[in-house]
């Protein structure tokens, strides 16, 4: 167990345990479409979920935040874990925290960065669960040497079909632990964990922003500042010919100096839902022209708190509804290094155009892949669009899909919501060792999401 | 500070004992029926905002355990939060009598047991603060909730005479008046989504009202004016409203 109290068991609760009726919700993930009628089942211990595991429905899944892209955290029976959000532990001394899932990196960061100590590995928002990054195996910019969020999970307690909590990490009940980080949620409830944060001197990271004129001085100034902690290219995905694949290259370490309190930020909010027209080839290659040239020296150096280098979006709540009432989807992808060159020409070439692309693409070299069965990283380049969605998107991401493959990738599954079934088994070497986990563990009928039907994993 | 939270089983309740924990540094007691969430509960609030926190058992409708209950407490609080809430089913109760009964125990019965007993305390001490969570329903009857609506009705007139007696021994009585909190009292109701706050709001709401020295807050800020409205309509027009 990883609660501090496991010598006695896990807590008991004194009435008995209440069987929470389902509420009716209407949930979509991050991109906004589907949006589902579903029952929630709003808990707050595991009591609450072993009677729900008993019934006969099946096809859980956990939905906290609801900021995975597409459709992995869907389904008829929706398990809200928000309210299992207590931080249990933290040693001083090693960095060392036991949360259980519900838990927000915001929470994380807020409590524990005034004490020096900062996540491991944060992909671009804070405002997803542990369990969220466990079951995504989530990366940020600094995975090219750190890895996954997974590297960062000492050990974690998982709660599995038949009412058992297994306890896994790397050594102890291993293929559980390689199923379920990735695992979309698809191996049972991930109930808590106990993570290794880093130590920090500051709050602020001090930052490089090279210009790169295309493509091929973006991949050679990668590898070029391979060595740095953190990196990323915000790349122009509209421009074509010999401006293919410019891009701005941001690199960044933590500052050793400066407060351990983040600056306060004003939020702003999109209150309404923005008109589909105002989002055209026009109006976003316009933005991304004045973005690239707003900057105008090769080499830029600076230092910027934490929010503005990995949550620059975060200031924005529910920039979301940028894209207008039918959503959007972010398409995104990895080509094994070799592969890299050729497929991110032919890809950013197709893009460009159909006109379709967006004002986030983003750029970034992975390191080595890890043993997760279904984790996402390959060595190499990932890029991630976001698309408006149209109905002229789908033949055009169907068409990626195959230049895709045709270079030995593959996409993203926290971003996807429309992939096909055989894109994805055939580019998952290891789905086969997952769905024999998910048979042991009986969660083939027990948990699904719309995904986990709809790629048949 | 040591704060005490009595029906810290509600989501007020706890997002009351992490604003004063967070804001003022606080000790947190949280005292409510299930003892196994609470200490969980507790383990959070003091891993997240370095005090202590602890959890104990408390029941508002076991009136003759709350002397006994309050004697146990060691340390003693100087401040306390009556936030234990029933909202039951309104329909049932009219019909069941037991129904209306737990609503009018809960919100009021207990509220007047345990807080004589705090009073009496904190009187004789000189100094302390009382935080009573009423609400908004008890402001007018109204046919959808008026019998916690009178529960509550109650409870801010206890709260008031309270408020009046402690005065001159120098202990604080402030009443909170939450509108639509998203809850988990309030959860799957068809509620206008415009009006809701979260409980986190109500609790920055009670910190602030708590600095400046206010007796009565209303949570959100426009409930008052809501109120304000309500509360002058004329009966027999009132009367024929379908609220």
Redesign the interface.
């Known amino acids: 167990m990883c609660s501090?109290?496991s010598d006695s068991g896990p807590?008991?609760?004194?009435?008995t345990v209440l069987t929470r009726?389902a509420?009716?919700v209407f949930i979509s993930g991050w991109g906004r479409t589907p949006r589902i009628h579903a029952s929630g089942y709003?808990i707050?211990?595991f009591e609450e979920i072993l009677p729900l595991l008993k019934q006969e429905t099946g096809d859980f899944i956990v939905h906290a935040l609801g900021r995975s892209y597409g459709d992995s955290s869907l389904s008829r029976n929706v398990i809200l874990t928000r309210r299992l959000?207590?931080?249990?532990?933290?040693d001083p001394d090693t960095g060392i925290?036991i949360c259980e899932s519900g838990v927000s990196l915001f929470?994380l960061i807020d409590?524990f960065l005034p004490r020096g100590w900062f996540l491991s590995v944060t992909p671009g928002t804070k405002f997803i669960t542990v369990g969220g990054a466990i079951a995504g195996d989530v990366h940020g910019k600094n995975h090219h040497k750190t890895g996954c969020f997974s590297t960062s999970v000492i050990r974690m307690d998982v709660l599995v079909p038949s009412g058992q909590i297994i306890t896994c990490s790397s050594q102890t009940h291993r293929e559980l632990f390689l199923a379920t980080c990735g695992g979309m949620g698809l191996t049972g409830v991930i109930l808590s964990a106990e993570l290794q944060l880093q130590p920090v001197q500051s709050a602020f990271i001090d930052q490089e922003i090279i210009k790169c004129r295309n493509l091929w001085e973006t991949i050679d100034t990668f590898h070029q500042y391979h060595l740095s902690t953190y990196s990323v290219a915000w790349i122009d995905c509209l421009s074509q010919g010999k401006d293919l694949g410019r891009s701005l290259l941001m690199v960044g370490e933590h500052a050793q100096s400066g407060r351990l309190r983040l600056p306060e930020i004003r939020r702003h909010s999109v209150p309404f839902d923005v008109p589909g027209i105002c989002l055209n080839p026009y109006s976003v290659s316009l933005f991304n022209a004045i973005y690239y040239a707003k900057t105008r020296r090769q080499h830029i150096s600076n230092t910027v708190s934490l929010n503005t280098f990995f949550y620059p979006l975060d200031a924005i709540l529910q920039w979301n509804r940028i894209y207008g009432k039918n959503g959007f989807t972010q398409y995104q992808m990895v080509l094994p290094l070799e592969s890299s060159h050729a497929g991110l020409k032919a890809i950013l070439t197709r893009i460009a155009r159909s006109g379709m692309g967006s004002f986030l693409a983003v750029l970034k070299l992975f390191g080595p892949t890890n043993e997760n069965y279904l984790s996402f990283p390959l060595k190499g380049f990932t890029l991630a669009l976001d698309f408006k969605m149209v109905s002229r998107l789908l033949p055009l991401l169907n068409e990626l899909d195959r230049i895709v493959l045709d270079h030995d990738g593959r996409i993203y599954l926290s971003k996807d919501v429309r992939m096909k079934s055989e894109t994805f088994q055939k580019s998952y070497p290891d789905l086969e060792k997952f769905r024999e986990i998910r048979r042991h563990y009986g969660a083939t009928t027990q948990f699904n999401s719309l995904q986990s039907r709809r790629l048949e994993i | 500070m040591q704060l005490l939270i009595l029906g810290a089983g509600s989501d007020i309740g706890i997002a009351i004992a992490h604003q004063y924990a967070k804001a003022e540094g606080a000790h947190i007691c949280l005292a409510s029926r299930n003892l196994g969430l609470l200490k969980k509960k507790a383990m959070d609030i003091e891993t997240r905002y370095q005090v202590k926190a602890r959890a104990v058992e408390f029941d508002a409708r076991d009136y003759a355990g709350h002397r006994f209950f309050y004697q146990s407490l060691d340390p003693k609080p100087d401040a306390v939060v009556f936030t234990a809430g029933y909202l039951g089913n309104h329909d049932l109760a009219q019909k069941d009598f037991g129904e209306t009964r737990k609503i009018i125990e809960t919100n009021f019965l207990g509220a007047v047991s345990i807080l004589e007993i705090i009073a009496a305390d904190f009187e004789a001490k000189g100094r302390g603060l009382i935080i009573g969570v009423s609400s908004v329903a008890g402001e007018r009857g109204r046919q959808s909730n008026y019998l916690y609506g009178a529960a509550k009705s109650a409870l801010t007139t206890f709260l008031s005479g309270l408020r009046n007696r402690l005065y001159p021994s120098h202990v604080r009585v402030m009443t909170v008046l939450p509108g639509f909190v998203r809850t988990r009292m309030t959860a799957g109701m068809n509620l206008p989504q415009l009006l809701m706050i979260e409980p986190e709001q109500v609790a920055e709401d009670v910190y602030r009202a708590y600095q400046t020295c206010k007796d009565i807050v209303y949570s959100g800020w426009f409930w008052r004016w809501i109120m304000r409205i309500i509360r002058n309509i004329p009966e027999t027009v009132f009367k024929r409203m379908k609220l």
């Open positions: 501090p109290n807590l008991p609760l004194r009435d009726p509420l009716p709003d707050e211990s959000n207590a931080i249990l532990n933290f925290v929470d409590v």
